[in-house]
């Protein structure tokens, strides 16, 4: 059995604080907006629209890590409920400069629409800690975990509030946060938190699962454009766990992948990338970047030139706010699919649909992973552990079915495809919620 600890690569220890983030944008502005104008369209009962305009439960703690040189640091961390109208709330935790409430807010309202979108039976949620974890030791990564997992304990629970890995968390930080609730509670309670370890009751595939969705959504997409996934070249910004995933099965699928970068830059070559090779390099480098990578037939490239780059479709898996009015004028790909959460501005949305752009929205197309999720916390649950064919067939099956949900839909209003998503999505909950009622 493969033990994902050893094989994924340490991208708690690889990034450096660097991050080419919009000053001005704030996720939850973006995020209010859309749902603002999807209740507009769907003439959403203004009390309902109320209730999803707010997050049910927002925890902001401080938690002091005894540092190895013997100091106190006092880091800011946060859980958000956005909505636990559809089940259990689901959401990741990232570890980032950047954290802040309004990010962690926009992030949870993602997730009550991911899931919905997807047809899971989750809320969403979000967590994440305002740390640069780059630099960090095991030990001073794991006492940060453990106090963040006790102080945001009370609002977690397998029926409660599920964890997952996001930004610059990993495998090994579920088995922390796992471990830190079981020894609090004193019970085996392994569906606390997903994207956990194998040995640990983690899932088969789970490690891939948010890449694969993005390359099982960009095929559905070429299909429905009648285009070969041969004929097909691909840029790839951000070369994480979801990135590099996306790009080695599209690779796997026949694709061309001819640029890719991370947070040090980017390569690039018109006639496809040696995927092999560059996992090779990436895992020599001391921070397993992409900057250890170098060729003769590959241009160096920077991040800007990356999402700029000739490319049939461009999959932006870094960080929000990427694709803004001031870049999205000379985006070339004629397809994006968004891998990480909230890569695009509202303004360069209008843009891009103007310039006749296809897009998958990230709520679609990242679904894989809180998919995936959700079949781990059915394997916990049940103490019943599938093949790793029978949770990709699964998952398969889910990114199908949705997409071509969203696809039909969209179709038929007709709608851009994220308007699609979110009218669907915003439905879903508030038919629900309506249905529940307001208690007591
Ligand atoms: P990760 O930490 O594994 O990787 C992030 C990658 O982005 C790294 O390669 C990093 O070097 C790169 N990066 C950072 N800043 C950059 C910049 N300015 N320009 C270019 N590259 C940059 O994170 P991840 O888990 O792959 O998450 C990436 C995105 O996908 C996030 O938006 C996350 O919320 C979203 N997402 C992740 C999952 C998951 O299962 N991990 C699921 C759904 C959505």
Same mark, same amino acid.
């Given at each position: 059995m493969r033990n994902p600890i050893l094989e994924t690569p340490a991208h708690l220890k690889t990034e450096p604080s660097a991050v080419a983030l919009h000053p001005k944008q704030d996720l939850w502005d973006t995020v209010l907006g859309s749902l603002d104008d999807v209740a507009a369209r769907l003439r959403l009962d203004p009390g309902i629209h109320a209730i999803l305009r707010e997050p049910e439960r927002e925890l902001t703690v401080a938690v002091p890590v005894g540092m190895d040189d013997g100091s106190i640091k006092v880091f800011k961390g946060y859980r958000v409920q956005h909505s636990s109208v559809r089940g259990p709330c689901k959401g990741g935790i990232r570890y980032h400069p950047n954290v802040n409430l309004n990010e962690v807010k926009g992030l949870a309202a993602m997730m009550t629409w991911k899931c919905a979108v997807v047809d899971i039976p989750f809320g969403g949620a979000k967590g994440g800690i305002e740390v640069d974890p780059t630099g960090m030791s095991q030990g001073e990564l794991a006492r940060m975990t453990r106090r963040f997992t006790s102080m945001i304990?009370?609002?977690?629970?397998?029926?409660?509030?599920?964890?997952?890995?996001?930004?610059?968390?990993?495998?090994?930080?579920?088995?922390?946060?796992?471990d830190t609730a079981n020894m609090i509670e004193g019970v085996y309670m392994p569906e606390i938190a997903t994207g956990k370890p194998l040995a640990l009751g983690g899932s088969l595939g789970r490690r891939e699962a948010t890449g694969r969705g993005v390359a099982i959504v960009t095929g559905e997409?070429?299909?429905?454009?009648?285009? $070969?996934?041969? %004929?097909?070249? &691909? !840029?790839?910004?951000?070369?994480?766990?979801?990135?590099?995933? *996306?790009?080695?099965?599209?690779?796997?699928?026949?694709?061309?992948?001819?640029?890719?970068?991370?947070?040090?830059?980017?390569?690039?070559?018109?006639?496809?990338?040696?995927? $092999?090779?560059? %996992?090779?390099? &990436? !895992?020599?480098?001391?921070?397993?970047?992409?900057?250890?990578? *170098?060729?003769?037939d590959v241009e160096r490239i920077n991040n800007e030139e990356l999402l700029e780059a000739p490319v049939d479709v461009l999959i932006p898996a870094a960080l929000e706010h990427q694709i803004r009015a001031d870049n999205a004028d000379r985006i070339r790909a004629r397809y994006i699919v968004e891998g990480a959460n909230g890569p695009t501005t509202r303004e360069a949305d209008e843009i891009l649909e103007d310039k006749g752009i296809i897009l998958v929205p990230d709520i679609l197309a990242n679904a894989g992973g809180v998919a995936a999720s959700y079949l781990e916390w059915v394997q916990n649950l049940q103490n019943f552990y599938w093949e790793e064919g029978e949770v990709n067939q699964r998952l398969m099956s889910i990114m199908k079915r949705s997409f071509a949900g969203v696809w039909d839909f969209s179709h038929a209003q007709p709608v851009p495809m994220r308007l699609g998503a979110m009218m669907l999505a915003v439905s879903k909950v508030a038919e629900t919620a309506q249905q529940r009622g307001i208690w007591p």
């Open positions: 304990l009370p609002i977690l629970g397998g029926k409660r509030d599920i964890p997952a890995p996001d930004v610059n968390t990993n495998a090994q930080v579920m088995a922390w946060i796992v997409l070429l299909k429905r454009e009648a285009r $070969a996934l041969s %004929d097909t070249t &691909v !840029a790839v910004q951000g070369f994480g766990n979801v990135g590099s995933w *996306a790009a080695r099965i599209l690779h796997e699928m026949g694709c061309k992948i001819v640029a890719l970068s991370d947070v040090s830059g980017g390569v690039y070559n018109p006639n496809g990338l040696d995927l $092999a090779a560059i %996992d090779k390099a &990436v !895992a020599q480098h001391p921070r397993h970047l992409l900057e250890g990578y *170098a060729e003769s």
